[in-house]
């Protein structure tokens, strides 16, 4: 069989605490297998030392590219970036605290080699492992946030907002040229568009843990998201989604 070629997309915005060490398990992670892979890191207009630690942890790796935006656009937008721009038969974004380890690939490529189109990491499926939970305010914020998701735009699945998700090269290249939201709720925009083009989705359990250090405003971020929601189907009405 044929080993793929897959590409694994970051996105980061002030991560110089964390982007070294997640960085160097990616890299150990891809050593190890027979297939090849890089990894491109999408920095958000970092005001801190993200690129140059990005870089140290990288040094002397020809299968790693740094894409900086200026000025700083959003996650949503360094994600569509990275996915545009990657080079893999599979594409992978993860965030860059790698909440869902890495080694969560292996399942998910193996998934991928069944005709699906798009894979989603998923916190709320009973066969889960949650290591460390969210704080209980954000436990319920996401919550309703899915409920709500599940009635106005996306039915049947249980976590959008995992940033956990693998996608074919041909899912990516339609869902993401159509992608207009920039921050956080640009997951719900792609899976309407995924499922809207008719691709086969599958949700995965996966391993999870919190990271206590995250930019995401939980009440200001929360608002913009629910608002997001009605763009989408908006957008939708308008006819701009179409391939």
């Not at 894979?119 to 709500?148: C, D, H, V």
């Not at 290249?173 to 809207?196: N, P, T």
């Not at 009440?219 to 957008?235: G, I, K, P």
Request: some cysteine.
């Amino acid at each position: 069989m044929t080993q793929p070629f897959l590409s694994i997309i970051i996105p980061a915005h002030n991560e110089e605490k964390r982007i070294g060490p997640a960085l160097e398990g990616v890299f150990a992670f891809l050593d190890r297998q027979a297939y090849a892979g890089d990894v491109v890191l999408v920095d958000d207009c970092s005001t801190d030392k993200t690129i140059e630690v990005a870089n140290d942890a990288a040094r002397g790796r020809a299968n790693f590219r740094v894409l900086r935006n200026e000025p700083n656009r959003g996650k949503g937008y360094s994600v569509r970036r990275g996915m545009l721009e990657g080079k893999g038969e599979y594409l992978l974004f993860s965030d860059a605290d790698l909440s869902t380890p890495i080694e969560e690939t292996t399942r998910f490529l193996e998934k991928m080699r069944e005709g699906y189109g798009v894979l989603i990491g998923s916190r709320a499926m009973r066969e889960s492992n949650i290591i460390t939970y969210q704080p209980w305010y954000r436990q319920l914020m996401g919550k309703a946030f899915n409920r709500i998701v599940r009635a106005v735009l996306v039915r049947g699945i249980k976590d959008t907002q995992c940033g956990f998700k693998m996608f074919t090269r041909e899912a990516a290249r339609k869902v993401f040229a159509l992608q207009r939201i920039e921050r956080f709720a640009f997951d719900v925009e792609i899976l309407f568009l995924a499922k809207k083009f008719g691709y086969k989705i599958l949700e995965m359990p996966v391993t999870w843990k919190d990271s206590p250090h995250t930019s995401v405003n939980t009440f200001r971020d929360s608002l913009s998201m629910f608002a997001a929601l009605f763009t989408v189907r908006l957008n939708n009405l308008r006819g701009l989604y179409r391939a």
